[in-house]
């Protein structure tokens, strides 16, 4: 921990009182975006879609992820990350700044244990891609270890609700340490590995061969300890495969959508959520300009519009969905409604601040 | 001569040496997409009121239609997305060969009731359209019995079906959400509408690239030639080269003057009256086809420098770089 940090840290322990994430505006949302002056910032957003806060980021960042009880946050750089902060959303400020160690790449998700005394972070081993978790405590934000992953690549990764366990989507690519090119698209092998505490691999997911070149990406949990799993199809263009599956106990159901649907997304879903009021599942795709919503079982039930839109998350009565256009809409039985609107590109991920 | 005039004089003279044609959304809405939604819809109903089953009078309609096609499917917004359109019309790459075994399915049970609209409209997307039809008027086999025909007829109807609900719900409502942007429209912005219709063109040159040369071209040690769009009929490099006459007509009408897009454009259209992609199992065909995947990346470049930042819009903050 640097000094300065620690200092503030510090202060803050003596000086305020224990502050809550009422203490930060209660934001329910955090959502990285660039802003119009080309910088990079992480908003928290209230559920109207009011920005409650904006602090700088150095870089472009990807995704977030909020501890269960302080207003703390972690953004996280796009990969291959270099960095990862940890705002006090309250106090408004950086309190940490957590840098992978050599030969590490952040990928851009994390998660905290239940009790938030830990943070697990995606991560690759930078020269192969082999799949990693960094392991930080969260009083000191240092780095306490790691385990692999069981997968190159790997992406998301969210922890299962009543559990320690950890989900890792391995989206199976395996890419150039220095520039994002992909360099195995012809036999990557994804899967999602769900991992104990300690690393251990519990069970251990794998598409069809047909689907092997289907990136599985990015993670929602549903309310009944399955998942769901988005996925961004590497193979040939025309084949149009299923962006979404369902994981349950270690198995992977692919859900194919109606013919007519079949190529809206263009072969690529950014992101994913479950709504638990509505029971359903959205997955977004920036390159169709589309967001599909399917039932809680997987069946297909609505593609709606909306250019560039990637982030979603759950509101109270659907989704919202953030895009490049700097857009916050309301996704729900009225369809898709622009709310709000501000002036930056918001990036991948809206971020539901669902604590417990 | 009074100061106003002194000043007014050099601009007036600048204006009329280079007249600067008016280009924007509404321009392209107005001069580019309605004509061509217009020319899909004539042309398909043309062909639609064929009722013989000579080959010969089938086949030229059907390339006006595709001609026509053409023209407009580069337009992957409003409408044409609906009820899963775009492929209906056109399904396009079909690695697997669904169309065929499908058509050779549809051909084997000879259901008249398949030939009903409404039955019509329900059939897989890969036996409809223009790919549909293009394997009955072509056929691998001689064709028997009134069904082939009768099956044409069906998907010919349904084709300007489909054409003249596109034409028909852009005029009612799609060219008034592009053209009057605001809270009750699917853009928000100006900018927003910009941005669709440069998508359309940056997406338009893309496809050509990697479907239309890409497909074909394989690799050179393996080229496939069997692959090129509408190969059966003879169309491929002519769907090419409209293709891309009609993205100029989009650039165009997006902004002017757009001198180093205008360049790229001629380059790529001169180089592709050279190519034949129905050869390009020749190295010399296959590199001169090669070309023309360059030649249309610099296209693009010149698009995204000239006509981007002209108009306030990019491809998209998200689309443009996945993760």
Request: proline share 10%; glycine share 8%.
């Given at each position: 921990m640097q000094r300065r940090s620690f200092l503030a840290s510090v202060l803050a322990a003596s000086v305020l009182p224990q502050l809550s994430w009422a203490d930060a505006g209660d934001p329910a949302y955090l959502a990285a975006a660039q802003t119009a002056d080309g910088a990079f910032a992480l908003h928290g957003l209230s559920l109207a879609g009011e920005s409650l806060f904006a602090l700088p980021l150095p870089a472009r960042g990807h995704a977030a992820t909020a501890h269960p009880t302080r207003p703390l946050a972690v953004a996280f750089a796009r990969r291959p990350g270099t960095f990862a902060l940890v705002i006090d959303c309250a106090l408004g400020q950086e309190t940490a700044r957590l840098t992978p160690p050599a030969g590490r790449q952040f990928n851009g998700h994390g998660t905290f244990s239940a009790d938030g005394a830990r943070l697990y972070t995606s991560e690759v081993v930078a020269e192969t891609s082999e799949g990693r978790l960094g392991i930080w405590d969260t009083a000191s934000w240092q780095r306490i270890g790691e385990c692999a992953t069981h997968g190159v690549g790997p992406h998301d990764v969210k922890r299962l609700p009543l559990s320690e366990d950890l989900l890792?989507?391995?989206?199976?690519?395996?890419?150039?340490?220095?520039?994002?090119?992909k360099l195995n698209i012809a036999t990557m092998r994804p899967n999602l590995a769900r991992l104990g505490p300690d690393g251990a691999l519990i069970s251990l997911a794998e598409a069809p061969e047909d689907l092997a070149q289907n990136s599985l990406r990015h993670l929602a949990l549903l309310s009944d300890g399955r998942a769901a799993v988005a996925t961004q199809w590497e193979g040939d263009p025309a084949e149009a495969p299923p962006l979404l599956a369902l994981w349950e106990d270690g198995r992977l159901t692919f859900c194919p959508v109606p013919e007519a649907e079949m190529l809206v997304m263009q072969n690529y879903a950014g992101s994913i959520a479950y709504c638990p009021a509505r029971a359903e599942i959205a997955i977004t795709s920036p390159?169709?300009?589309?967001?599909?919503?399917?039932?809680?079982?997987?069946r297909f039930r609505a593609t709606h519009r909306r250019a560039d839109a990637c982030g979603v998350a759950p509101a109270p009565a659907g989704f919202t969905v953030t895009d490049g256009n700097g857009a916050i809409s309301t996704l729900g039985a009225a369809g898709l409604q622009p709310a709000t609107r501000l002036d930056v590109k918001w990036d991948n991920h809206l971020i539901a601040l669902d604590r417990a | 001569m009074k100061r106003s005039a002194l000043l007014l004089g050099p601009l007036l003279a600048l204006t009329l040496a280079a007249p600067v044609a008016r280009a924007d959304v509404a321009e392209t809405v107005e001069d580019h997409i309605l004509p061509g939604?217009?020319?899909?819809?004539?042309?398909?109903?043309?062909l639609a009121a064929?009722?013989?089953?000579?080959?010969e009078a089938l086949q030229v309609a059907w390339g006006a239609a595709f001609d026509a096609w053409v023209g407009v499917g580069h337009l992957r917004l409003g409408p044409v997305e609906e009820e899963g359109r775009v492929l209906a019309i056109a399904f396009w790459p079909d690695p697997k060969g669904m169309g065929q075994k499908q058509t050779n399915?549809?051909?084997?049970?000879?259901?008249?009731?398949?030939?009903?609209?409404?039955?019509?409209?329900?059939?897989?997307v890969a036996v409809r359209g223009l790919f549909g039809l293009e394997r009955l008027l072509w056929p691998t086999e001689t064709a028997t019995g009134d069904y082939p025909c009768a099956l044409t007829h069906a998907i010919a109807d349904d084709l300007a079906r489909m054409a003249a609900e596109i034409d028909a719900e852009w005029r009612a409502s799609f060219a008034d959400h592009l053209l009057n942007p605001g809270p009750s429209s699917r853009y928000l912005t100006l900018t927003e509408a910009r941005q669709a219709l440069l998508t359309t063109l940056i997406t338009g040159l893309e496809f050509n690239k990697d479907a239309r040369l890409g497909?074909?071209?394989?690799?050179?040690?393996?080229?496939?030639p069997e692959r090129a769009e509408a190969a059966t009929s003879g169309r491929s490099t002519r769907n090419l080269e409209l293709s891309l006459v009609a993205l100029r007509s989009l650039a165009r009408s997006l902004h002017?003057?757009?001198?180093?897009?205008e360049a790229a454009f001629d380059r790529v259209l001169a180089n592709v009256a050279k190519v034949d992609l129905s050869q390009v199992d020749d190295p010399t065909m296959w590199l001169k086809a090669d070309i023309l995947r360059q030649d249309i990346t610099a296209v693009r470049e010149a698009v995204m420098a000239e006509i981007a930042p002209a108009l306030g819009a990019g491809v998209g903050f998200n689309a443009a770089d996945g993760d």
């Open positions: 890792v989507a391995n989206g199976g690519i395996q890419t150039d340490p220095t520039d994002r090119t390159k169709g300009g589309a967001v599909q919503v399917f039932d809680a079982a997987g | 939604l217009a020319r899909f819809t004539a042309t398909t109903a043309t064929i009722d013989s089953c000579e080959p399915a549809l051909l084997a049970k000879a259901d008249p009731a398949v030939l009903e609209p409404a039955l019509m409209a329900e059939q897989s497909r074909p071209l394989g690799s050179f040690d393996k080229p496939h002017q003057p757009i001198p180093r897009t």
